[in-house]
């Protein structure tokens, strides 16, 4: 069966912080300077948190051991891709299930390069990771941020 042009794919999404509170970025890259959190589709059948796990997995090499859950954003958020990202793989965008994890791993299981779609990672304050990311994931991360405020590093002051 093939998918209409304008679907939404389901997809599951995580905000990984570490002891400090600061969030785990990936460096897209296909388009450098662009950074973002692990997300992705979910498989047939699939279900939201499972997903979330794999691709934590896929993305960074983080497994599930060494996430614990904190919080669950209360309902899917949606993305909408700019006309010319849109594929038949990726539809329209994402509509997407969010968690936020404690990573309680060491920084050297951390690997986002192998898989090649990500150039870099680091830890960063969300604050840091909104002026780094794309424009069309902009108000989704806002609305995490707000969800997820008291978990977070907060910028440093000049």
Known sequence: MSRPKQYFRAGAGAVIINQRGLVLALERADVAGAWQLPQGGLDASEEPLPAAFREVTEETGIGAADLALLDTYPEPLIYE??????????????????????????????????????????????????HTTSDFRLSLYRKLADRFDSFLAKPEAD
């Open 81 to 130: 891709l700019p006309v010319r990202m849109r594929t038949e793989k990726t539809g329209r965008g994402q509509v997407q299930y969010w968690y936020l994890f404690r990573f309680n791993g060491q920084d050297g299981a951390i690997d986002a390069i192998t898989g090649g779609e990500f150039q870099a990672w680091r830890w960063t304050t969300m604050d840091d990771l909104l």
